[in-house]
């Protein structure tokens, strides 16, 4: 079973650059969720979704666009990458959001350069 | 301003003795309290849970208590083990809110 399948596993991007992180569940999930980790700061929520068509914004929005055009896929776009969003991001879905058990992907480690 | 504080950044323990692990919150809304378990290069992992209508779960080694009144949790591992080394974060949520917030998390680190 794969669960939540995050592509790619590294990248290294110059500032300015856009990209767009893969996020793929195969849990029937209605609720997935894009955060960052940084040191000292923990996991912090970027953009969120309760359904197919429905995002919002979380913690840390600015700089990244959402779309959630199916139930499985939920991919993070980055505009223009900024040193600043050097960072491991993490998506993670769930059966209802922050009630129940998220499960999360391997994770993408991501330097802006 | 973070709602979930972790304020051990690291934790070192004797395998074989028991870990706690302490949360704060300042966010009166929160009525749903989750641990999750990072080993490095992984995602992480969900650990245990407990709803504000009790005041303790247990699940195997790991057992966690909620105090309401001190918006204070913590999470026992007893007995630990190295595997258990790993970073265990706290996360909490509201009732009507999907969202979750996190702590920045403590590492954990067994000796033999």
């Known amino acids: 079973n794969a669960g939540v399948t995050q592509t790619p596993k590294f990248q290294v991007l110059k500032t300015g650059q856009s990209m767009t992180l893969q996020c793929a569940q195969d849990?029937?999930?209605?609720?997935m969720s894009w955060y960052r980790q940084d040191p000292g700061m923990g996991l912090r929520l970027i953009h969120y979704?309760?359904?197919?068509?429905?995002?919002d914004q979380g913690e840390v929005p600015n700089g990244y666009n959402v779309s959630r055009s199916t139930t499985e896929d939920f991919p993070l776009r980055l505009l223009s990458a900024a040193p600043s969003q050097t960072s491991v991001y993490f998506c993670?879905?769930?059966?209802?959001?922050?009630?129940?058990?998220?499960?999360f992907g391997q994770g993408t480690r991501l330097t802006v350069v | 301003d973070q709602q979930v504080k972790q304020n051990s950044p690291s934790l070192s323990v004797q395998e074989g003795r028991i870990s706690i692990l302490n949360c704060d919150y300042t966010?009166?809304?929160?009525?749903?309290f989750l641990w999750y378990k990072k080993y490095p290069a992984e995602g992480p992992t969900f650990l245990i849970s407990?709803?504000?209508?009790?005041d303790k779960n247990e699940d195997g080694r790991f057992t966690v208590f909620l105090n309401k009144s001190a918006k204070h949790l913590s999470l026992h591992i007893v007995p630990s083990q190295p595997g258990d080394s790993a970073v265990y974060f706290c996360a909490a949520s509201a009732s009507g809110d999907y969202k979750l917030s996190f702590g920045a998390g403590t590492t954990v680190t067994v000796r033999a």
């Open positions: 849990m029937n999930h209605e609720y």
């Open positions: 966010n009166s809304m929160f009525d749903y």
């Open positions: 407990i709803s504000s209508i009790k």
């Open positions: 993670a879905s769930s059966y209802s959001g922050g009630r129940t058990e998220a499960f």
């Open positions: 979704s309760v359904g197919a068509g429905i995002t």
